[in-house]
Each structure stands twice: as C-alpha cells, then as structure tokens.
C-alpha cells in the first residue's frame, strides 16, 4: 500500500527568512514534491525558553516541535554556522527532544535526517554540518548519506527564495530524496494514507 509520509524541517535563524530557513525551504519543497506531507518549525517557531529538564516543554513553541517530531516519518535540520558550529536557538529547540526520551520511538529513532547548514566559509558550515550529523547520531537518527554545507560567500538566494546555484540546489533535492526515500522504507513511518 502507497502512504504519505510526514517531513518536519527544522533551522534557520531568528530572522524569518535567514539563509539557512531558504535552503530549508528548498529541501522541503522537494520531499513534498516527491509527495510528502511537510511542515516548518523555523524563526519564531524556533524561539522557546532554553531547555530545562525541570520544566519540560514549557511552552507552546516547544510543545508544537515534540508534537511535530513525535509525528514525522523524517526530518531535515538547518543550523547556520555560529561561531564556528550549530547556533544556540537550533541547540537549544535539538535539546528539547529530549523530552521523546520514552516511548517505541524515543528521539528520531528510525527517522531518516536531513542535515544542512550555512556558513560566510567553509570551515563554519562543515564543521556546523558534521555537529548535526552528531546530534542526529545522539538522538538515535538516520543521518542520510548527503548532508548539504552552503558557503554564502560564493551561494545566495533570490528574493523569490530560489538559489542561485545549481549544484547547492540540485545537493539539496538529493538529499530530500533520501530522507523521502528512508521514510517510505523505514517501519518508523507510522502514518499509513492509501494513496488514490
Ligand atoms: C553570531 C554569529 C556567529 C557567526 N559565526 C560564524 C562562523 O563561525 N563561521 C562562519 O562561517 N560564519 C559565521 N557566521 C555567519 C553566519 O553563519 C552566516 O552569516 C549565516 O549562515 C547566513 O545566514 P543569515 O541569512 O541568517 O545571515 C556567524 C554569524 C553570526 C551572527
């Protein structure tokens, strides 16, 4: 039987629109393209009080995200590079996860996860990508084969929100074609839509 699967993306920056959310956007655009069910947890989405484990999900940003991860048959993380790795918002919204502790599928487990991240250079957002691919291990996740390091100094983005290069663009559609792919393998893929 056909199913939809779910895709949450994740990242970007405090400022609606921020690089990192743009090539976000684009990884999504694809896996929904290929015909998943998406959603984007990004800007003020992403601003919630840092995580305490005394207090759990304390507010509405935090509960939307572990709704949306605890829902997701697959995922893509944005981070930009800040100061050298994942910026402290992107931490601290990964940290809440820790809150999916329990359960049959604790964290990401038996999710395939999208790793992106942007940096004015490339030691930032290589190191930046090779952090999430860290988090994703920790959280019990399936890092895909490509994770996607965007240097703004020689990559931007249109107005319109469409890359100006073609292998960034084309690196992110392979990569949300494996994150697609895995969830429509993986048996963490929980919702079960026939398609008509
Ligand atoms: C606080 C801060 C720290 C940053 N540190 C780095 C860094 O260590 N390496 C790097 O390549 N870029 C660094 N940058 C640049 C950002 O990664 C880059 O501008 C961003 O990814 C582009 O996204 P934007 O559209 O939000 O500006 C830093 C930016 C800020 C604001």
Redesign the pocket.
Known sequence: MARTVKVVGIG??A?P??????ALRITLAEAERLGAHVSLISGADLAMPLYDPREGANSPQAQRLLAEVAAADGLVLAS??????V?GLVKNALDHVEELRGGDHPYFTGRAVGCL?????????VN?LTALRGVVHALRGWPTPLGVA???ESTGFGPDGTCTDDRVTAQLAAMAGQVVDFAHRSPAARELTPVT
């Open positions: 970007g920056s400022r629109g921020s690089t990192a959310e743009r930009p590079a800040y100061h050298g790795t910026s991240a942007v940096g004015m250079g490339w030691q930032g957002a930046t965007v240097n703004t």
